[in-house]
């Protein structure tokens, strides 16, 4: 079984929102900093929003094309983070995957040890 799941993918029209949500059934994702990234084909995967463990100070990052309208989140009684997602916009597609690891500095996929399968996100009219 996969550490972290993904869900919530799917078909939205622009301007709309989406709410993905990672579980883990590995480990307790408050312990760990998590994130969530995107690809698409041919492109390298890019670090859409982390947020770090509680032990920490929870603190956050987003990357800049998707500042202001994604919102990282955790709920650490369902062991789960959500990325709430706003003005959805066509080059937000991609498949999302999230990741968990010990700590983050850049919010980059090498920071991270454990990743999901993915949801695929498409935004269209």
């Known amino acids: 079984q996969d550490p972290l799941v993904e869900s919530g993918g799917g078909l939205v029209q622009p301007g709309g929102s989406l709410r993905l949500s990672c579980l883990g059934t590995g480990f307790i994702l408050d312990y760990y900093a998590v994130g969530w990234f995107r690809q698409v084909p041919g492109k390298e995967r890019e670090g859409v929003a982390c947020i770090s463990s509680s032990e920490t100070d929870g603190s956050t990052f987003y990357g800049d094309s998707v500042k202001g309208r994604f919102t990282i989140s955790k709920n650490k009684h369902q062991n789960t983070v959500y990325l709430q997602m706003n003005g959805l916009k066509p080059e937000d597609t991609a498949v999302y995957s999230c990741?968990?690891?010990?700590?983050?500095?850049?919010?980059?996929?090498?920071?991270?040890?454990?990743w999901g399968q993915g949801t695929q996100v498409t935004v269209s009219p």
């Open positions: 990741a968990a690891g010990a700590s983050y500095g850049e919010c980059s996929p090498p920071e991270f040890g454990y």
